[in-house]
């Protein structure tokens, strides 16, 4: 059936080759955007001077001697009508045209007798042959695969998808005009690094031939933006693209957006309350309140977020103290609660999966979960009340971290410490323990003044429009079509 649809239209593409017409040419007639002519419909229809405009057909209805196109294009829609008494070579047009055709007109805007809005066709010229039909908007893109796939059809077809990324283009520009009003400094940093840090994540690796050596895809951008902090910048932000080789489900994907800031002479205190105030502007600009619904329950943005420690929720969820228990005590915990953690997995990883598995579930109206144990923590700077601890928070709600930031380690020495444990564990067979950075340390020796440090991903935006965060990305990454 597609095949011979096809077909037709490639036989509709050689009448129009041969009739002179070029079905693809560089460039349209369009001196005004469709929604330019709706918007100031009533003042051109009085002035009865001609307008030209462009889109996508999106409806044919053809009454003989009249035919009616709805034309679409980004800022809205309007009725073209084709009659045969005013249009030259009216037939030879109503025999090519197909829905999905891009088209320019021009012509008078008017009202019809039923009161639409509508522009009589003088002149039309054909800009893009479709060779290929496009769904219908009623019906849509209905097969997931399909959907994800050739996003653009599903964009064609859906003005609510549509929507959701107007809104995250919302979304990431309330962050950047925020920092920018608050003094920060935008920066981009390289995508390539001989040594991934900043995140316990496993990287994907590369050969650049140029240099006839491998490098890494970044799994975060912390580590060069502590650089710019050392070398003199004292507030820094980049909202850019990091890779980590990890599973596919409701909240992660090997590549996406993450937005990380740098602030110097401050600690996570002054974070915390800098975050929130960001963080409500950007749901607002998003959702036009401060209310949001995720998995049917009711998310309050609005009041002050509470603190939550750490240590004691995992207490009260797990029944072990993080602080006392060993390794031991920690991995006969997760086996009972059928977390098959490996074998090789250090404190900070069995006291990580044991928190996501008990107490994270329960944080669903937003707060700043704080002061983790240091081991779940290599970047973080001791707690000043308990070196067992790391002044840290994350923003949790909806029963999932939607944020981190921290109190930045400027001690080299105890990072080179926290570097070495790490890389134990790697050398145990922990893909995703962090590996020691020389070119790093060498740089946190010339000194580092007192830094607070914070990133977001796009979960939070996943998670406002209550959708797995693959919903909310153009082109998720797919498995290959053998």
Sequence with gaps: ?????????KKKLVRIKEAGINPYPPEADKNFPIGEVREKFAALAESKKLVSTAGRIFGMRDQGGVMFLDIKDDGGQIQAVLNKKTLERFDFFKGVLDIGDFVSITGRPFKTDRGEESV????????????????????????DETRLRKRYLELLSDKAVREIFIKKAAFWDSFRSFLKKEGFLEVETPVFEAIPGGAEAEPFKTHLNALDDDFYLRISLELPLKKLIIGGFDKVFEIGRIFRNEGIDREHLQDYTQLEFYWAYHDYNDLMALVEKMYKGAIKAVSGSLATAFGGKKIDWSKKWPKVEYVKIFKESAGIDPLLATQDDLLKSAKSLGLNPERN??????????FKKLARPKLIQPCFLIDPPVEVEPLAKRHRKDPRQVERFQV????????????????????????????????????????LDEDFLEALEYGMPPTAGFGVSE??????????????VFFPLMKSKK
């Design 1 to 9: 059936m597609l095949d011979d649809l096809i077909a037709e239209r």
């Design 120 to 143: 009589e066709v003088t002149d039309i010229t054909l800009l893009s042959k479709s060779l290929r039909p496009i769904p219908s908007e009623r019906f849509g893109v209905e097969d």
């Design 345 to 354: 997995s250090g404190k900070g990883r069995l006291i990580d999966l044991i």
């Design 396 to 435: 949790m709600a909806c029963g999932t971290e939607l944020g981190k930031g921290f109190s930045e380690l400027n001690d080299p020495l105890d990072q080179r410490e926290r570097f070495e444990e790490q890389m134990k564990l790697r050398e145990a067979g922990d893909k995703e323990a962090q590996m």
């Design 459 to 472: 979960r939070l935006f996943a998670v406002l429009m209550d959708k797995p965060i693959r919903e909310t």
